[in-house]
Structure formats: C-alpha cells, structure tokens
C-alpha cells in the first residue's frame, strides 16, 4: 500500500465503479455495491483491497491472497481462492493501471509563482502555472496553463511548452517546443548542443547545432536523459514515446509515436525510429539507421545496421533474435566442450 506521507488516496469504490472504468466484466455472483478502498499486491492484500493477476508465475500467490476483489483473465479464475471477487478482463496489467489510477490520481497543479523564482518580463506564463523556488524561464519562453515547473528548473530563452506539462526538479531545456501533457523527469537535459565536429589533424572544429528539439503530445522523459537538438534538421520525439532514465538521444535522431526506450540506451545521430519500436536497456543504436515499425531491440543489443518492420534482433552486433539465440547455444557447446 502507498505511503500516505507521498501519495493523497480517493475511493473507496464499489466494485461496479471500478469496472466501468477498465472495461472489466464483473463474475457471476459478485456483488456490483462491494467497496474496496485501496490497492495492493496479491500477497500483501487484505479483504478491502483489489489486487491483480497478469503473469502465471504468480498463480501461487493468486491462489493463497486475501484480496477481496482481483483483475483476472477468464483463464485464470480457477486458481481463484474461495470468496474472492473476480473483475474479468483481457489486459489485467492494463486495468490494474486504470484502477490504481483511480484511487490515486496526479495531483492537481495550484496555480502560482514562488517568491524565488525568476522569470524574464518577456516571457509569456499562463496564469494556470506553477512555478517552484529557483526556476528561471527566459526570454521569450511561452508556458501553456496548467504547467508546473520544477524547483530550479532552466526553460531557456525560446522555448515553448504546452498545456498540462510537468517540468521536473533542476531538469533544463533549451531550443526545444513540447506539445500537451508531456512529463521531464528531475535532471533532465533536453535541447543542448549535439556533438558534430569536422575531425582533422589541425583540430576539430565544431559545428553549429542549428536545430530544435520537437516532443510531441503525452511524451515522458526520464530522470538524467539528455536528447541532443538537431545540427540542422530538428531531432524529433513522437506523440506517446516513453523514455526512461539514463538515455542519450543525439541530435537529428526521429522517433514515430509510441516508442518505448528503456534506460541507458544511447541512439546515434540521424538515425531514425518508426512507431511503436522497443529498446531494451543498455542497447546502443550507431547513427544514420531506419529501426522499422514495431521493431524490437534486445536489451544490450549493439545494432549497426537497419532492422526491418516487426524485427526483433538481439546481441552485438545485432541479428535476428532467432540466430542470436543459436549463436549463444553454440558458443555454450563450445565452451563445455573444452571444459570436459
């Protein structure tokens, strides 16, 4: 259960309101008025909580729980312990989100600047915003009502934010416009120079970073992320993406809509991501490549070359899962084999 000194609870619920908001079917015999009032973990629940079941290594913990209430797939009811009510669902993991959610909603921006704020005259803020001690906006910043911005957060001279955005704790943007609803976790560094050098023996001479950085609608940033702005054309963060900590995104990189990087991936310049691309962590992706749509990337993978719609590849350099997957069999046959 959330800790009360962090996280403000709503509810309790009945039964019947909490279907309704995933799209769940109630089991036959379950009483719609039932009220539970918080959410939990199947093997810390008691008989006023809803918990969940997506994974059928949990089977034991599902059939031994106390929860009163339980999101299950219609598969998995018989492992149910007597008396336990069953919301029916196809996606329990997906509804457990909707429902948790429910009892613990973002909480509401209240609108006002902190006396240790500083914000240039030019800068256009909605009086819908909230601003922390020690945030600086620049001139001709614009920021959309709703926003709320960090404790000693930078928003550099230009830049724009939408409506509903939250701008974590000493993360800085520069060169950058965010559309709606997008979320930049603490120390975030969006917009800084990309790294472009002409390379030669009398030095290396930098190149103008010309470019933005474009996140579109509903994108979150993790925590220490850094996405370069482009050298000319702008680097690019489709409507949806979800990236976590730790990632490094260099400049010219596009991603299409709903891709999902996880933390310590590095992807090199200009290359470019379709929709709904996986990463796993620790991957790095070398520069001026096309990641095909729905494409998935092991973690730790090193890919060098372009990877097909709906691939999955997998080690370094990376190849399709399946070869990569033999490769290590053989590897492992080997290896035994000098052991003996």
């Known amino acids: 259960m959330a800790d009360p000194r962090f996280f403000a609870k709503a509810g309790p619920f009945t039964l019947a309101e909490l279907a ?24 810390a629940a008691g008989p006023e909580h809803l918990s969940f079941l997506d994974n059928k290594k949990y089977v034991e913990a599902f059939s031994r ?5 339980c999101l299950v797939h219609r598969d998995m009811a018989r492992w149910a312990p007597p008396g336990m009510a069953l919301l029916f669902c196809s996606d329990a993991y997906r509804a457990y989100a909707q429902i948790a959610t429910a009892f613990y909603p973002p909480e509401a921006v209240v609108p006002g600047i902190a006396a240790g704020a500083a914000i240039d005259p030019t800068a256009v803020v909605d009086g819908r915003v909230r601003v922390e001690p020690g945030a600086v906006i620049g001139a001709g910043a614009a920021i959309g009502p709703g926003c709320l911005i960090g404790p000693n957060a930078v928003i550099g001279p230009g830049v724009v934010l939408g409506e509903d955005c939250v701008i974590g704790a000493n993360a800085s943007l520069s060169h950058c416009i965010l559309g709606n609803r997008v ?8 917009g800084q120079d990309g790294f472009g050098f002409a390379m030669g ?8 970073q010309l470019g933005r950085v474009l996140i579109h609608d509903d ?6 992320t850094t996405i370069d702005r482009g050298a000319g054309p702008d680097t690019v963060i489709g409507a949806g993406c979800k990236i976590d900590n730790l990632v490094q995104i260099g400049h010219n990189v596009q991603l299409g ?4 990087i996880v933390a310590q ?5 200009s290359t470019r991501l379709d929709d709904f691309v996986a990463v796993g962590g620790q991957a790095g992706i070398t520069g001026h490549l096309r990641i095909g749509a729905g494409a998935r990337i092991a973690a730790q993978s090193g890919v ?27 590897l492992g046959q080997l290896a035994r084999k000098k052991g003996r």
């Open 183 to 190: 979320r930049i976790y603490p120390g975030a560094r969006i």
């Open 201 to 208: 023996p009398a030095g290396h001479l930098k190149v103008p």
């Open 304 to 330: 060098m070359r372009d990877v097909e719609a709906g691939g999955t590849v997998g080690g370094s350099p990376a190849v399709p899962m399946k070869e990569w997957l033999k490769q290590a069999a053989v």
């Open 65 to 69: 729980s106390r929860a009163g209430a």
């Open 257 to 260: 809509r709903g891709c999902v």
């Open 219 to 224: 994108v979150e940033i993790g925590a220490n």
């Open 20 to 43: 309704s908001r995933c799209g769940a079917d109630l089991a036959s015999g379950v009483d719609p008025e039932t009220c539970v009032v918080d959410v939990a973990a199947l093997d």
């Open 265 to 269: 991936v590095g992807i090199s310049g």
